[in-house]
């Protein structure tokens, strides 16, 4: 079992940088897929980026060439580089992490970005 805190959220203004993370205990971590979600007010959650467990990434289209993922294993830590923030990047921000027919969640991080 897997339990999923996040961190790094906050406010920013536009054009600004944060960096997410996500931090998991219990064993096994290396072996999950992991994605990072978006859930804004009065929209449903989506898929903003994934690393599976071997390291292959995926984005968004509305992140792509501003938000990068990445994992560290060692520390069971995957983050969330996001660069050129946008106002309509606003929102809470969730770490899950898939694997053996399991799904875990963190908590989620507010990221709020002014105009």
């Known amino acids: 079992q897997l339990q999923l805190v996040e961190s790094g959220g906050g406010l920013v203004q536009a054009g600004g940088s944060l960096r997410l993370s996500c931090a998991a205990s219990?064993?096994?971590?290396?072996?999950?897929?992991v994605g990072w979600y978006r859930q804004a007010p009065g929209k449903q959650r989506e898929l903003v980026a994934a690393?599976?467990?071997?390291?292959?990434?995926n984005y968004a289209d509305a992140v792509k060439g501003r938000f990068t993922i990445s994992r560290d294993n060692a520390k069971n830590t995957v983050s969330l580089q996001m660069n050129v923030l946008k106002p309509e990047d606003t929102a809470v921000y969730y770490c899950?992490?898939?694997?053996?027919?399991?799904?875990?969640w963190g908590q989620g991080t507010q990221v709020t970005v002014s105009s």
């Open positions: 690393i599976t467990s071997g390291g292959s990434t």
């Open positions: 219990g064993s096994g971590f290396r072996f999950y897929d």
């Open positions: 899950n992490a898939e694997g053996g027919f399991r799904g875990y």
